[in-house]
């Protein structure tokens, strides 16, 4: 079966400009997460999709994050304007159940 | 509010010396634990979680509910072990949200 892809896989952007990355999961896999490690802290959680809906966006970090799960396929999230603080790696997981994550390679976002 | 941590950033030992990376975590109902790893230019990966009962590529973990800690062991490290190893945390309630700790860098010497 194929794994969870993520694109771009390195991204460097200017601030301000607007940034899309996108992650498509294992099909069939109901349940969609975003991450993101930022340089030195721990990966902390942004969001969970069911199919197309939003289950809990209580870890994203302000108005400027825009994520969307188009016909419960893939996810885009997208960043607009882009600061310096946004600056991490940003991985996507899915599953079929709550256990049992698959992890795509993550996508590296440099904000200069 | 879920907590986990991971005392070490880095931690050195020789090929087959025993290693145990150190999780602790704080939840007041009845938590999953999961170890997590990420090796060089490599996806993170599932390693173990502690409903499982299971070895991984010899590694074990306990979950400890009195010490609120579960952490990972190996009795001879090799090599190949060297990565990033993140201890995690979900919940009945959480719909599989993860939380997890800052990670520790191992590091296995010849």
């Known amino acids: 079966e194929a794994g969870v892809t993520q694109f771009p896989s390195h991204s460097v952007i200017e601030k301000g400009q607007t940034v899309t990355l996108r992650c498509d999961p294992i099909s069939g896999h109901d349940n969609l997460y975003w991450y993101r490690r930022v340089m030195g802290k721990e990966i902390k959680f942004l969001l969970h999709?069911?199919?197309?809906?939003?289950?809990?966006e209580s870890g994203m970090p302000n108005n400027r994050f825009l994520a969307e799960r188009t016909g419960g396929t893939y996810s885009t999230l997208k960043v607009q304007p882009a600061e310096l603080e946004d600056s991490g790696v940003y991985f996507c997981a899915s599953s079929q159940d709550i256990r049992g994550y698959t992890f795509g390679s993550g996508t590296r976002l440099t904000v200069v | 509010a879920q907590r986990v941590t991971q005392p070490e950033k880095l931690l050195s030992v020789f090929k087959g010396a025993p290693v145990e990376l150190k999780c602790n975590y704080s939840?007041?109902?009845?938590?999953?634990l999961f170890w997590y790893v990420q090796y060089s230019r490599q996806r993170l990966q599932l390693l173990l979680r502690h409903i499982s009962r299971e070895s991984i590529k010899g590694f074990t973990a306990d979950l400890n509910k009195g010490e609120t800690s579960f952490h990972l062991k190996k009795p001879f490290a090799q090599e190949e072990d060297s990565a990033m190893y993140y201890c995690?945390?979900?919940?009945?309630?959480?719909?599989?949200?993860?939380?997890f700790g800052q990670g520790t860098i191992l590091t296995v010497h010849p």
């Open positions: 995690a945390l979900t919940s009945g309630t959480s719909y599989g949200k993860l939380t």
């Open positions: 999709f069911v199919k197309e809906s939003k289950q809990d």
């Open positions: 939840y007041s109902g009845s938590p999953e």
